[in-house]
């Protein structure tokens, strides 16, 4: 190699990109079959460079909305007393109510 050129970069197997970022290696290498993130493929191979696994990370990286705070949907409060305590520290219990399940709509819509 001349003095003139750099070094070749570091070409990373998609078993290591599926361990850094805790995704299966079949994952990774669907990704890429399918466009939607970007590799390098010298012969049949899939093969990351540093550049296009900081890309990776950064395409799938979710950020919260400026000045928008977590919103969780209330269905009903109640207020619980215990005798211990004053009304003034009465604690608030949020009634989570739970959907019914998709194979009993879809079975409903199928019997219809």
């Known amino acids: 190699m001349s003095k003139g050129r750099g070094q070749l970069p570091s070409l990373y197997y998609p078993a290591d990109i599926a361990a850094a970022i805790g995704m299966s290696e079949w994952w990774v290498k669907e ?6 993130i970007p590799f390098t ?3 049949r191979a ?7 696994f900081a890309e990776i990370v950064r395409m799938y990286e979710v ?3 400026l000045g928008a705070a977590p919103q969780i949907k209330v269905t009903a409060v109640a207020v ?9 520290q009465a604690r608030i219990a949020v009634r989570l ?4 399940p998709r194979r009993a709509a879809l079975r409903e ?4």
């Open 97 to 100: 109510r739970a959907r019914p």
């Open 80 to 88: 619980l007393k215990t005798p211990d305590r004053d009304p003034q």
């Open 31 to 36: 990704q890429a079959r399918r466009g939607r």
């Open 46 to 52: 899939y093969r990351f460079t540093a550049d296009q």
């Open 41 to 43: 493929k010298p012969g």
């Open 63 to 65: 950020r919260p909305a």
């Open 109 to 112: 819509q199928d019997a219809a």
